[in-house]
């Protein structure tokens, strides 16, 4: 029988999961501390945070708003520096971006004035990738993320939902180990995010790269992570570190499930919406 076809209680009996996932930390945050300046003796974001992160592993980051769920992420990213602590990848301090860590924020941040497929070969070409190998990589981008047809598109033609799908593809075209994204989904209605959440899904599967996630839905980030943290009220500290032991593949079915109503709660309790 097909996952595809397995049922709720079936996917269950079964236990499916990734056992022979390896268990390496890939990224490690290590008493990460963020204060910013503000000229009021300065705004601390992040409060001695440490976790690691195993390769393959999908990981979701939780928190009420101003938590430093962002700000966090763009540390593990290279893209700020901790005011104290550190974060590693591969056991190596990470003070500035890395071909290895790909990055989708909020928004698409699409080049209006590129097609699906420019803006896909983008990193390539500032790799200086040779332009028939990087359209090559690109169009196998846009099937893996269910854009074919589209790849001459024009940003302004493409749904919120299609344009973070090109996100995404330019975050993978260059292959890297670990993928981290700030809410990619948030701006997007309901319906739309549960099934870029499943695409999402498919694609991780397939691909199996290190993924950490910021998200505001509990939902999502169950239905998603094999663990999910959460973080206080600002300054953001570690409330939960919580492994998801629901079975693969996820089904639907799942969200409504006692199971998953269980885990809802005990993230609903470490942030205080309980």
């Keep these: 029988m097909g996952v595809e076809q397995m049922t709720l209680s079936q996917a269950v009996e079964t236990g499916l999961r990734y056992a022979d996932t390896p268990t390496r930390p890939v990224i490690q945050a290590c008493n990460i501390s963020a204060v910013f ?7 601390r974001a992040l409060e001695n945070v440490s976790f690691e992160v195993a390769a393959q592993e999908f990981l979701c980051i939780l928190g009420p708003s101003g938590s430093g769920k962002s700000t966090l992420l763009r540390i593990l990213a290279g893209l700020l520096l901790p005011t104290s602590g550190e974060a590693l990848y591969n056991g190596e301090p990470i003070r500035a971006p890395r071909r290895e860590v790909g990055f989708v924020f909020q928004k698409a941040n699409l080049m209006p004035w590129r097609t699906v497929i420019e803006n896909i070969t983008l990193p390539l070409e500032l790799a200086g990738t040779p332009r028939s190998e990087a359209l090559i990589r690109a169009q196998e981008m846009i099937e893996l993320v269910g854009l074919t047809g589209f790849a001459d598109t024009l940003p302004r033609d493409l749904s919120g939902g299609m344009a973070q799908r090109v996100a995404i593809a330019r975050a993978l075209v260059s ?13 997007l209605d309901a319906l739309t995010r549960e099934r870029m959440g499943g695409e999402l899904l498919r694609i991780w599967q397939m691909h199996r790269k290190t993924v950490v996630m910021v998200t505001h839905s509990i ?3 169950l239905f998603l992570a ?10 953001g500290r570690l409330r939960l570190n919580l492994t998801v032991n629901l079975p693969r593949p996820r089904l639907e ?11 809802a709660r005990q993230v609903r309790q ?3 919406e309980l």
């Design 219 to 221: 939902s999502e980030a």
């Design 253 to 263: 079915a799942m969200r409504y499930s006692a199971a998953f109503g269980r885990l």
């Design 270 to 272: 470490a942030i205080g």
């Design 37 to 43: 300046p503000n000229g009021n003796g300065g705004l």
């Design 226 to 235: 094999d663990r999910v943290l959460a973080l206080s009220d600002r300054p």
């Design 175 to 187: 292959d890297p180990e670990v993928l981290l994204l700030d809410e990619p989904f948030g701006s």
